[in-house]
């Protein structure tokens, strides 16, 4: 919308880059180009303000492809006027003198021209196709075909009107159906998870066979080893016997060994002493062979003597000591005195 100003009586107008006004007074041009400002007055000056740049118009409508569904078509056109004069001559783009207002709706009328246009080639694209390659091509294809009826439309470029870009956002069916198309792509989603988790478990139980397998060969080669442990240790135990019994078998036979050399010592010793003594004996008896017997009595007493226990004092009567004296053969006190 273009900038008015009053003063003193006179309206100054300043328009955008992107305005292209047009101004007529008394019924002959006098201001045409956009970006421009000028002095004006209100009563004698007809006005008209025409949008020169790239406008996005949005769009939205329903069709029914060929399998009688229905589907919702979101587009934008984007376009320009490229002629303001054709426009302005076709449409009403006229503004207040007083506060550069359009006094119509030029660009409804513009809208409305170009979605109907494109409404009409929509439906005729999907009239013809099915749900399904309207979902999965109608896209590409209505894009295409918009584009082209709206170049061939010849109302636009008389109207100075030019499309730059066609652009089809989505081709979406209704919220049942599409519930429904989704349905089978969801089952072979979850088929597919569900094949992954089988194959994941499966090779969960594969690594725990592998694990259950590998501690059952641990457990047999600990219980070989345990058995050969043994048999060795049966083995040692047995050679330690046998070992030892060996031992005691020559410590045996080495005490025996020796207590025969020693009884036969023994035996040699108490021949020797025995031999000894007879000799001694015999000598002794040899000896006292030739003496008489009061010697004989008298070496008897005194070997009596010294075994038998101190005396320190004797009595003896008259009788005895003259009794003994005659055994000895002396004469007694009274012979003596």
Avoid: C
Avoid at 202 to 223: D, F, G, H, K, P
Wanted: overall charge negative; charged content about 30%.
């Amino acid at each position: 919308m273009a900038d008015i100003t009053k003063r003193f009586g006179w309206r100054h107008l300043r328009s955008a880059p992107t305005a292209h006004i047009r101004h007529h007074k008394r019924g002959r041009l006098a201001h045409d180009g956009p970006g421009l400002s000028f002095w004006y007055r209100s009563l004698s000056a007809a006005l008209s303000e025409v949008p020169v740049d790239d406008r996005e118009l949005a769009m939205a409508f329903h069709a029914r492809t060929a399998d009688f569904q229905d589907v919702t078509v979101q587009a934008t056109v984007t376009y320009r006027i490229s002629d303001p004069a054709e426009a302005a001559a076709r449409l009403d783009f006229s503004v207040d003198p007083d506060t550069g207002v359009w006094r119509a709706a030029p660009l409804e009328q513009i809208a409305t021209l170009l979605t109907e246009t494109a409404q009409q080639h929509t439906l005729d694209v999907l009239a013809r196709t099915p749900l399904a390659g309207a979902l999965v091509d109608g896209v590409a294809s209505v894009r295409n075909r918009v584009a082209e009826g709206l170049a061939a439309e010849p109302r636009l470029p008389a109207t100075g009107i030019d499309v730059v870009a066609v652009r089809v956002v989505a081709i979406r069916p209704e919220a049942e159906v599409e519930r429904a198309l989704r349905t089978p792509a969801r089952e072979l989603i979850q088929q597919e998870a569900d094949r992954a988790t089988y194959e994941r478990r499966a090779v969960a139980v594969e690594r725990e066979r592998t694990i259950a397998e590998n501690e059952l060969a641990s457990q047999i080669e600990l219980a070989r080893r345990e058995e050969q442990l043994v048999e060795q240790r049966g083995t040692n135990s047995r050679r330690e016997a046998e070992e030892s019994a060996a031992a005691d078998g020559v410590r045996a036979e080495a005490e025996a060994a020796r207590k025969v050399r020693l009884a036969h010592a023994e035996a040699e010793a108490a021949r020797e002493v025995g031999a000894a003594r007879a000799a001694s004996q015999a000598a002794w008896l040899r000896a006292h062979a030739d003496v008489d017997a009061g010697t004989l009595h008298a070496l008897a007493a005194t070997r009596l003597a010294e075994n038998l226990p101190r005396i320190d004092s004797l009595t003896l009567s008259p009788d005895v000591l003259t009794g003994l004296l005659a055994r000895l053969g002396r004469p007694g006190p009274e012979a003596g005195a």
